[in-house]
Nanobody, 128 residues
Framework: VQLQASGGGLVQAGGSLRLSCRPTGRTFSDYVMGWFRQAPGADREFVGGIDRNGGYTKYADSVKGRFTISRDNGKNMAHLEMNSLTPEDTAVYYC??????????????????????WGQGTQVTVSS
C-alpha cells in the first residue's frame, strides 16, 4: 500500500490542524494505521494509531486528550485531528500502515519497526 499524507502547516500555539492520510493500492480495511512524528535531532515517536475497523485507538500520553485519530474505510482515508497544539508538537508527521490480517482485535503496535508502509511526512510547525 502507498500512503499520501497531507494537511501540515504553520499554526499558533493553541490552534488546531487536521492531517489526512490516503492509502492506495490495497484494501485499506486490512491495515492498522499509525501516526508518528519526528522532531529535529529526535527519534521518531509514536503519536497514536487505530485498528482496522476503527473501533480502537491508542495514543501517546503526550497527546492524549488533544489528538484524535479516525478512519473511513469506505473513503480510504485516515485522519489525525490535533487540538491545543504547543510548540513541543512541532515535527514532521508520518502516517504508517501495516497489514493486520489475523491480528487480534484492538491491537495497535506503538513502535515504528512494526510498520512496513510509510507516507512521505508532512511538516507541522507550532509557533509560540
Amino acid at each position: 500500500v502507498q500512503l499520501q499524507a497531507s494537511g501540515g502547516g504553520l499554526v499558533q500555539a493553541g490552534g488546531s490542524l487536521r492531517l489526512s492520510c490516503r492509502p492506495t493500492g490495497r484494501t485499506f480495511s486490512d491495515y492498522v494505521m499509525g501516526w508518528f512524528r519526528q522532531a529535529p535531532g529526535a527519534d521518531r515517536e509514536f503519536v497514536g494509531g487505530i485498528d482496522r475497523n476503527g473501533g480502537y485507538t491508542k495514543y501517546a500520553d503526550s497527546v492524549k486528550g488533544r489528538f484524535t485519530i479516525s478512519r473511513d474505510n469506505g473513503k480510504n482515508m485516515a485522519h489525525l485531528e490535533m487540538n491545543s497544539l504547543t510548540p513541543e508538537d512541532t515535527a514532521v508527521y508520518y502516517c504508517a500502515a501495516e497489514r493486520a490480517i489475523g491480528w487480534i482485535d484492538g491491537y495497535v503496535p506503538p513502535t515504528a519497526t512494526a510498520y512496513d508502509h510509510w507516507g512521505q511526512g508532512t511538516q507541522v510547525t507550532v509557533s509560540s
